[in-house]
């Protein structure tokens, strides 16, 4: 069975850094396209980015340049840096699987999210 | 940027009922759709993708149609535990969700 469990989650002032993590298991993990979607309090899903098997990122045009999503396929580990972080980006982030062949950018697992607080 | 549209963005109906919920994108997506659903408190769960196809262990009273631009999730006859909000994902260019419909008691 597929789980994924996220963590790193907090409160953070505007400009401040955060890094997310997301442990994976019950799969293998370096065969797959890892994603992170995002939803703020009371409203709907918005992606955010997503990491190939190979390690080949892509980002949202409304976190580009400031995210950056890594992986640890030693470790079956996701990471998603964050920086210069605002009010915006607080969100419910969750950890998402990728499925295989051309649905590599559909998301077929999902944690249970780690929450994101930015406010002064 | 391919935006999502969905249609309605609430709609109330008695168990029993047949729902349609419609997603429209603002170019052709071919059939590159996914449709989840999300319960209260709960994280989003796949339901169909490839615009047609449906999840392992997803009852068969969902369906999904379309291509193109325009695309619909149908619910044959609606059960307790499908109240819940749907979107509708596509994956032709990057990821967009869409706003989402929620699906509630009449």
């Known amino acids: 069975e597929v789980h994924l469990v996220e963590s790193g989650g907090g409160l953070v002032q505007p400009g401040g850094s955060l890094r997310l993590s997301c442990s994976a298991s019950?799969?293998?993990?370096?065969?797959?396209?890892m994603h992170w979607v995002r939803q703020a309090p009371g409203k709907g899903l918005e992606y955010v980015s997503g990491i190939s098997s190979s390690g080949s990122g892509s980002y949202a045009d409304a976190v580009k340049g400031r995210f950056t999503i890594s992986r640890d396929n030693s470790k079956n580990t996701l990471f998603l840096q964050m920086s210069s972080l605002r009010a915006e980006d607080t969100a419910l982030y969750y950890c998402v699987k990728g499925g295989q062949g051309d649905m590599i950018m559909v998301a077929d697992s999902w944690g249970q999210g780690t929450l994101v607080t930015v406010s002064s | 940027d391919i935006q999502m549209a969905q249609s309605p963005s609430t709609l109330s109906a008695s168990v029993g009922d047949r729902v349609i919920i419609t997603c429209r994108a603002s170019?052709?997506?071919?059939?590159?759709l996914a449709w989840y659903q999300q319960k209260p408190g709960k994280a989003p769960k796949l339901l169909m993708y490839k615009a047609s196809s449906l999840e392992s262990g997803v009852p068969s009273r969902f369906s999904g149609s379309g291509s193109g631009t325009e695309f619909t999730l149908t619910i044959s006859s609606l059960q307790p535990d499908d109240f819940a909000t749907y979107y509708c994902?596509?994956?032709?260019?990057?990821?967009?969700f869409g706003p989402g419909t929620k699906v509630d008691l009449k």
């Open positions: 019950g799969f293998i993990f370096s065969n797959c396209a």
């Open positions: 994902q596509q994956y032709n260019y990057y990821s967009t």
């Open positions: 170019q052709s997506i071919n059939t590159w």
